[in-house]
């Protein structure tokens, strides 16, 4: 089994399969650690060559020799998140020089020698050290200690809010995470206007803040005066709207369907101009698109998948028969000729959001044909 020679000339070379990395360098740190890389298949584990236990190369486990803080940088460039068993204090000093943007620092979690705390250090939220804080202190019996405000008050994380469902804020919202965040565990009165988007979003037993105000709209919203808000729309917002961001996040959630069928041979760059002009007209965000529907004839059309890619949208196609199980408006007997089915982008869309009523039934333009329809999340 080699050994990582760390120095402060080379940059050490590691063997990254997981996604997170288990860091130990005292003999109890080691025990534990090894114990955890049995329970969690995603993650790989480096402790002090001295401590070999002659099964290291059969279980992918990776020893070095040197100062650790030399192994720190490369392990953060090429992890989600570092587990490290050293006291919190010493881990503090030797991450501090490599730190960069809480958007994309990897989540630090550090472990006391004895395993009896686990605690959350770096990118609580984005990078998730919280939850995996969580997990690791489950699986070894552990305290959890997490000391972010809005965790421990039970209330909105505003840099989290809908991400699991894919939510994505605006980057003209960047600016106020932090001022909203502080309004929400601050207790000052926060509007929460949600237009469209899952529902579920509250992840306590408990019930809603009450300095947290459910809107029905963004006028009712801005009546109220509040100073913060949360904004979850797939619209774009009308000049007198705006106003509501002054001390506001406004987020897009992925509720867009697009049923599309083209020509053979569509250009990805039609394609796109067709898209982004139709939600233009709709006052629709390119943001919250979720899928790309289509029929099972154009499932390898290179413009439609070459789109679905750059953007990551679901790429989904029916077959003739499911197409034409759905009522449309217009169904045409030439489509037919040529695909199996009597439409395609209509019946698409609505396949994929179940429901029989869309925001736009069906356009023409150039090579494409294109129907808009939002998911009804109640």
């Given at each position: 089994m080699?050994?990582?020679?760390?120095?402060?000339?080379d940059v050490?070379?590691?063997?990254v399969r997981?996604?997170?990395a288990?860091v130990?360098i005292?003999?109890?740190?080691?025990?534990?650690?090894?114990?955890?890389?049995?329970q969690?298949?995603?993650?790989?584990?480096y402790?002090?060559?001295?401590?070999?236990?002659?099964d290291e190369?059969?279980?992918g486990?990776?020893?070095?020799?040197?100062s650790?803080?030399?192994?720190?940088?490369?392990?953060?460039?090429?992890?989600?998140?570092?587990?490290i068993?050293?006291?919190l204090?010493?881990?503090?000093?030797?991450?501090?020089?490599i730190?960069?943007?809480?958007?994309?620092?990897?989540?630090?979690?550090?472990?006391?020698?004895?395993?009896?705390?686990?605690?959350s250090?770096?990118?609580?939220?984005?990078?998730?050290?919280?939850?995996?804080?969580?997990?690791?202190?489950?699986?070894?019996?552990?305290?959890?200690?997490?000391?972010?405000?809005?965790?421990v008050?039970?209330?909105?994380?505003?840099?989290?809010?809908?991400?699991r469902?894919?939510?994505?804020?605006?980057?003209a919202?960047?600016?106020?995470?932090?001022p909203?965040?502080?309004?929400?565990?601050?207790?000052?009165?926060?509007?929460?206007?949600?237009?469209?988007?899952?529902?579920?979003?509250?992840?306590y037993?408990?019930?809603?803040?009450?300095?947290?105000?459910?809107?029905?709209?963004?006028?009712?919203?801005?009546d109220?005066k509040?100073?913060?808000?949360?904004?979850?729309?797939?619209?774009l917002?009308?000049?007198?709207?705006e106003?509501?961001?002054?001390n506001?996040?406004?987020?897009?959630?992925?509720?867009?369907?697009?049923?599309m069928g083209?020509?053979?041979?569509t250009?990805?760059?039609?394609i796109?101009?067709?898209?982004?002009e139709?939600?233009?007209?709709?006052g629709?965000?390119?943001?919250?698109?979720?899928?790309?529907?289509?029929?099972?004839?154009?499932?390898?059309?290179?413009?439609?998948v070459?789109?679905a890619?750059?953007?990551?949208?679901?790429?989904?196609?029916?077959?003739?028969?499911?197409?034409?199980?759905?009522a449309?408006?217009?169904?045409?007997?030439?489509?037919y000729?040529?695909?199996?089915?009597?439409?395609?982008?209509?019946?698409?869309?609505?396949?994929?959001?179940?429901?029989g009523?869309?925001?736009?039934?069906?356009?023409?333009?150039?090579?494409c044909?294109?129907?808009?329809?939002?998911?009804?999340?109640?």
């Open positions: 080699s050994v990582i020679e760390l120095n402060e000339t050490p070379a590691i063997a997981g996604d997170y288990i130990a005292t003999k109890h740190g080691t025990a534990l650690a090894r114990g955890l890389h049995k969690f298949s995603n993650m790989d584990l402790y002090m060559g001295k401590f070999a236990q002659g190369a059969a279980s486990i990776q020893l070095f020799n040197g650790v803080r030399l192994l720190l940088p490369a392990l953060f460039q090429s992890y989600k998140g570092l587990i068993l050293i006291s204090g010493a881990v503090v000093r030797m991450i501090a020089p730190l960069q943007d809480k958007k994309t620092d990897p989540a630090v979690v550090v472990i006391d020698d004895k395993g009896e705390h686990v605690i250090v770096l990118s609580g939220h984005l990078g998730g050290a919280n939850e995996l804080t969580r997990e690791v202190a489950a699986a070894i019996g552990a305290r959890p200690v997490i000391t972010t405000a809005s965790d008050q039970r209330t909105i994380p505003v840099d989290l809010f809908g991400r469902f894919g939510w994505e804020w605006e980057s919202s960047a600016d106020k995470l932090t909203v965040s502080a309004s929400v565990v601050n207790e000052e009165r926060v509007a929460i206007v949600q237009e469209s988007g899952e529902r579920d979003w509250w992840m037993d408990s019930p809603l803040p009450p300095n947290l105000q459910l809107c029905g709209s963004i006028a009712e919203a801005l109220a509040p100073q913060a808000a949360l904004v979850v729309t797939h619209r917002l009308a000049p007198e709207e106003a509501i961001l002054a506001g996040v406004l987020y897009r959630p992925k509720v867009i369907v697009l049923g083209c020509n053979r041979g250009s990805a760059e039609e796109e101009a067709v898209i982004r139709t939600l233009a007209e709709l629709f965000s390119m943001r919250s698109v979720r899928a790309l529907c289509t029929i099972e004839l154009k499932k390898d059309e290179q413009g439609l070459a789109v890619n750059k953007f990551g949208w679901e790429f989904v196609w029916y077959a003739p028969d499911r197409l034409n199980a759905v449309v408006e217009e169904p045409s007997d030439t489509v000729r040529y695909t199996g089915a009597y439409a395609v982008s209509e019946p698409a869309a609505k396949l994929y959001t179940g429901t009523k869309l925001a736009l039934t069906k356009k023409k333009s150039g090579n044909t294109i129907s808009v329809g939002i998911m009804p999340f109640e």
